[in-house]
């Protein structure tokens, strides 16, 4: 009986590790950002990005939409670190890396919270390596 016992309780122990650890993987590989990051990406995009994405991030006459399935279906399953690197590398294009790492992640804080993204206490991360294991979800 006691044995018994003992190994239900092992293969609850189990259970539960299983469970807290798949936990702490989620929470590490969401995507995270934090309120002013979004709302210093929103003054940035204003100065730098609206005149071609539009000020409703999809009524640009010069850029594709930003927010929407169009928007989602091209980035679903990707990286943040390939997010971020995209637009480092390619935004604006009229104006090629005249932007820093910080003010990136700044406009991709805005650009995610625009597309129904939570802020919350974790700043992003601005290296696009450290954000190689997370990913957009949109599945
Ligand atoms: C001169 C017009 C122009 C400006 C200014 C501009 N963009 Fe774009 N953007 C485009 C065009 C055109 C595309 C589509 C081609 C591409 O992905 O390179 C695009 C694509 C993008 C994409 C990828 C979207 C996708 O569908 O994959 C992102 C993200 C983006 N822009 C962000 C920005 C941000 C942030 C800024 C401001 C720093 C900005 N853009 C400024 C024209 C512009």
Known sequence: MLAYYRSKLFSLLI?????????????????????????????????????????????????????????????????????????WEKMPPDDLMSLTREEVTNLVAFILSRNDMKPGEVPMVSDPEQAADTYLPWE
């Open 15 to 87: 259970i539960f590790l299983a469970l807290s650890n798949s936990g702490a993987l989620n929470a590490q590989e969401s995507i995270q950002f934090t309120l002013d990051q979004a709302n210093a990406g929103e003054t940035l995009y204003k100065l730098n990005c609206q005149a071609c994405h539009g000020n409703r991030l999809s009524n640009g006459q010069f850029g594709t939409p930003l927010i929407g399935r169009a928007f989602r279906n091209i980035w679903k399953g990707k990286s943040l670190g390939e997010l971020l690197q995209h637009t």
